[in-house]
C-alpha cells in the first residue's frame, strides 16, 4: 500500500511539474515573442538588419573590404583655408585643412559620381560644401570634436550627391590658428 501511495504521490508531483512548465513555456514565449517584435521594429527603424542598409555613416568603414574603398584627397594645391565662427574670445580664427573622403566602390553611384574625373569636375561644388559645414564652427569646436564636424561632412556631401557612396572623410590635417 506504502509503494502504490509513493507511485500515485510522484504521478501527481510529475503532472503538477508538467503543467507549471507548459504554463511557464507558454506565458515566457509570448513574452519573448514580445520583445523579439520590438527589437526587430527598433532594428527596422534605425536600419540595422543585417542586409538591409546599404548606408555606409562615417563609422561604417569596418564593414567594407579595403578592395571596395576608393579615396579622394583635398590637399597640396587645393587644401583649405576656412575662416571658422567666432568663439568667446572674440577673434577670428582659421583653419587649414586637409582631408580624404573615402567612397565605396561598390555602390551604384560611384561609376557616376565617384570617379576621380568626376570629383574633380564637382571640385568647386564640394569645397563650397566643405567650407560651408567647417565655417559653422568655432577653434575650439574644431579643435576638440573633429568627429563631429567630419559626421556633419559625410551628411552634407551625401546630401549634396543624394547618395550615400561617400561613407567617410578623414582629415590629414587639421591646423587652427
Not at 515566457?28 to 540595422?48: S, V
Not at 555602390?107 to 563650397?128: Q, W
Not at 550615400?164 to 590658428?177: A, C, K, R, S
Request: avoid cysteine; proline fraction near 0%.
Amino acid at each position: 500500500m506504502k509503494k502504490n501511495l509513493l507511485a500515485i504521490l510522484i504521478l501527481a508531483v510529475l503532472l503538477v511539474n508538467t503543467i507549471m512548465t507548459g504554463i511557464l513555456m507558454f506565458t515566457m514565449m509570448t513574452t519573448n515573442n514580445k520583445a523579439t517584435t520590438l527589437i526587430a521594429d527598433i532594428a527596422a527603424a534605425l536600419e540595422l538588419e543585417a542586409g538591409g542598409a546599404e548606408n555606409f555613416s562615417a563609422g561604417a568603414a569596418g564593414n567594407l573590404d579595403i578592395s571596395s574603398i576608393a579615396t579622394f584627397s583635398i590637399n597640396g594645391d587645393n587644401e583649405m583655408t576656412i575662416a571658422l565662427k567666432k568663439g568667446d574670445d572674440g577673434v577670428q580664427h582659421y583653419a587649414l585643412v586637409d582631408l580624404v573622403i573615402s567612397m565605396n566602390t561598390q555602390h551604384a553611384d560611384y561609376a557616376t559620381y565617384g570617379t576621380e574625373e568626376a570629383l574633380t569636375a564637382n571640385l568647386s561644388l564640394i569645397k563650397s560644401k566643405i567650407q560651408e559645414v567647417i565655417s559653422g564652427h568655432t577653434a575650439e569646436e574644431a579643435n576638440s570634436d573633429t568627429n563631429a564636424i567630419r559626421e556633419e561632412l559625410v551628411e552634407a556631401l551625401q546630401q549634396m550627391y543624394n547618395s550615400n557612396f561617400i561613407y567617410d572623410v578623414n582629415f590629414e590635417q587639421i591646423l587652427v590658428q
